[in-house]
C-alpha cells in the first residue's frame, strides 16, 4: 500500500489497483475488487484443471498422436488461462487471456470492428475448453465401444 501524508494529518491510503484507477482517470470500488478477485480465483482453478486435463493427454498411449497435440494446446490454454487468473487475484482488476487479446487483435487487423473482435475474442477463448470436454467425451466413448461396433453380429 501507498500513502501520502498531508501537512494536516490527513493521510491517503492506496492500494495498487487503486492507485492505477486514479492515475487513469477511473474508479473502482471495493466489491468491485472482491468480486474481480473471486472471478480470478475460479479462472485459476479452471484454468489448472484444463492443465490437469492437458497432463492426462499427454500420457495417454494412442498411435495417432492426436492426444499429443491436444496436450500442448490445452496445456498452453490452461497456463494462459491460469496466468490472467492469477493477474486477476493480484491486482483485482478484470484481465483478459493472451488467447483473447491475441484474436482480438488478429480481427482488428483483418478490419473487423473493435466489439466485434472482442466477441470473437471471448468466443475462441471459450471454444477452447469446450474442445476439451468435447475430446475427453470421445476417448471414454471410444473406450466403452467395442471394436466391431455396438451391436453384436448375428
Not at 477511473?26 to 473471486?38: A, D, G, V, Y
Not at 486435463?53 to 492426436?66: F, H, I, K, Y
Not at 487483435?105 to 466489439?115: E, G, H, I, P, T
Request: charged content about 15%; glycine content about 12%.
Amino acid at each position: 500500500m501507498s500513502y501520502q501524508q498531508d501537512s494536516d494529518g490527513v493521510r491517503v491510503v492506496l492500494s495498487a489497483p487503486q492507485l492505477a484507477a486514479v492515475l487513469s482517470r477511473q474508479s473502482i470500488s471495493q466489491s468491485e475488487m472482491l468480486s474481480n478477485r473471486l472471478w480470478g480465483g475460479l479462472q485459476v482453478v479452471g484454468g489448472v484443471l484444463e492443465m490437469v486435463g492437458a497432463a492426462a493427454l499427454c500420457v495417454l498411449p494412442e498411435p495417432t498422436m492426436a492426444s499429443k497435440a491436444g496436450c500442448v494446446v490445452f496445456g498452453v490454454h490452461g497456463s494462459d488461462t491460469t496466468a490472467a487468473g492469477l493477474r486477476q487475484v493480484w491486482t483485482g482488476l478484470d484481465t483478459d487471456t493472451l488467447t483473447r487479446q491475441g484474436t482480438a487483435k488478429l480481427a482488428q487487423a483483418m478490419n473487423v470492428r473493435a466489439d466485434m473482435a472482442n466477441n470473437i475474442g471471448l468466443s475462441l477463448d471459450m471454444v477452447v475448453p469446450f474442445g476439451f470436454a468435447g475430446s475427453i467425451k470421445a476417448a471414454r466413448a471410444g473406450s466403452i465401444t467395442p471394436p466391431n461396433g455396438p451391436y453384436p453380429k448375428r
